[in-house]
C-alpha cells in the first residue's frame, strides 16, 4: 500500500541557508501535518493543512512556512536556519470520516542537519 | 489539548504482559485516546485508538475507565521487536482532523 513520501530524506544546510521539505500524503488523503523531533526529544507539532486551507498551527518558528498545494502534497519551507533547526521533520496524513477516525499515517521523515 | 501523563520508562521480559498507564484528567468530552508506537529514526507508528470501555486489535488492548480520566495500554506476550517509544495522545474530536499533540512517551525496554 502506498504510503507517505518524504524528500529529500537528508539534507545538510549551513546557518542562515534556507530548505525546503515535501510531503506526498496518501493517496486521497486530504489532511497533512507536520511535526519536528529534535534529537532525543518528543515529536513538536508545527502545523496542519486540510483542503489546502492551514487547519491548526502549533510551535510553528514565523521563519517557517508551509502549504499545501492542489494536488494535495504539501511543503515545509524554512528560511534563517539556525543550528537548533537540526532535527528530523516528519509529515503525516490522514483522511478521517468522522469521530475517532482520525489515524495519522506517518513519513519516514526528512532529517535536517544545519552547520 | 488534554495533558498526558506517562512513566517515563519501563522494562519488561520477552514473552510477559505489558500495561502502560496514561493520565488524562482534563480529556474532553469529544477527545479520543490514541497510541502510537515509535522506533528510532521513523515516523510514530498507529497503535490503537478508543473513546470508552476496551478495544481490541491484533497488536494491543486499550482499557479505559468510565471516566475517561485515565488508559491503559495493554501489550499481550512482548517480543524484543517491541523495545520503543510508546505515546499516549488525547485528541482527535468531532471532525478527527485536529491535530495530535505528543507528549512524553513511554520508554520501553524488552530484554530476553
Known amino acids: 500500500a502506498a504510503g507517505v513520501i518524504q524528500s529529500p530524506r537528508h539534507l545538510i544546510k549551513e546557518k542562515r541557508e534556507t530548505a525546503t521539505l515535501k510531503c506526498y500524503p496518501i493517496?486521497?488523503?486530504?489532511?497533512v501535518y507536520w511535526y519536528q523531533q529534535g534529537p532525543g526529544q518528543d515529536p513538536q507539532f508545527l502545523i496542519s493543512f486540510y483542503e489546502k486551507m492551514q487547519s491548526d498551527k502549533g510551535s510553528i518558528p514565523d521563519r517557517f512556512s508551509a502549504q499545501q498545494f492542489s494536488d494535495y502534497h504539501s511543503e515545509l519551507n524554512m528560511s534563517s536556519l539556525e543550528l537548533g533547526d537540526s532535527a528530523l521533520y516528519f509529515c503525516a496524513s490522514s483522511n478521517p470520516s468522522g469521530p475517532g477516525t482520525g489515524e495519522l499515517f506517518f513519513g519516514e521523515g526528512s532529517r535536517l542537519t544545519v552547520l | 489539548l488534554a495533558k498526558t501523563t506517562q512513566p517515563i520508562s519501563m522494562d519488561s521480559y520477552e514473552g510477559q504482559e505489558v500495561n502502560i498507564t496514561c493520565s488524562h484528567n482534563?480529556?474532553?468530552?469529544?477527545?479520543?485516546i490514541t497510541w502510537y508506537q515509535q522506533f528510532p529514526s521513523q515516523g510514530p507508528r498507529f497503535i490503537i485508538q478508543g473513546y470508552k470501555t476496551k478495544v481490541t486489535n491484533e497488536v494491543a488492548s486499550l482499557f479505559i475507565p468510565a471516566d475517561r480520566k485515565s488508559s491503559t495500554l495493554s501489550l499481550p506476550r512482548v517480543s524484543l521487536s517491541d523495545t520503543a517509544v510508546y505515546y499516549c495522545?488525547?485528541?482527535?474530536?468531532?471532525?478527527?482532523?485536529?491535530?495530535?499533540?505528543f507528549g512524553s512517551g513511554t520508554r520501553l525496554q524488552v530484554q530476553p
Open positions: 482534563n480529556i474532553a468530552t469529544n477527545d479520543y
Open positions: 493517496p486521497r488523503h486530504d489532511t
Open positions: 495522545l488525547v485528541g482527535v474530536g468531532d471532525t478527527g482532523r485536529r491535530a495530535l499533540t
